[in-house]
């Protein structure tokens, strides 16, 4: 099973050794010390891979392993072409035509699967029974996100997605 991991957006997160990938999304800080953050990170060596959420630029300049694109901003198979043999694309997704859409991603990451235990989210959640049908027609991996944790894991898994992602899930270290 993946773990994905995504930062909290306050500036705080490190990397859970528990986790496979780190999104980090930081909202809050300029393109500068966005940067400054990915390049910090990268140098601790840590086990898990590296995307920046939404900045492909900033990924791409600080060499982070890939980039986590929003629901409907760029196509993934539009920065498939741009960046080097390697480069990990996930892609947010939270409907049907997201996922039909995440062409091109190694991942699609979809939500809300449950109410989410980090942020107020006005979406319904999907359920158990939609991320079944959605993994089924992904051209796609599907990770799930949205209110997971320890207890409903498995349910996701056993649902069709390879793994699951939060920022709740990991235990601030």
Known sequence: MIRYQITNGLGT???????????IREPQLTPRDLATF???ALQLNLP????VNDR??????AGAAGVHLKSRAISPQLVRNLVPKGFLITLACHNEEDVLAAFGAD???ISPVFPPLSKADT??????????????????????LGGINEANAASCISAGAIGVAGISLFPEV
């Open 123 to 144: 979406r319904t959640p999907l359920g158990l029974r939609e991320l079944t049908r959605l993994a089924r027609i992904s051209p796609v991996p599907l990770l799930a």
């Open 107 to 109: 991942y699609a990451l």
């Open 13 to 23: 997160s490190l990397l859970s050794p528990s986790a496979d990938f780190l999104q």
């Open 56 to 61: 492909l630029d900033i990924a791409l300049a």
């Open 48 to 51: 898990g891979r590296i995307l």
């Open 38 to 40: 990915v390049r910090r």
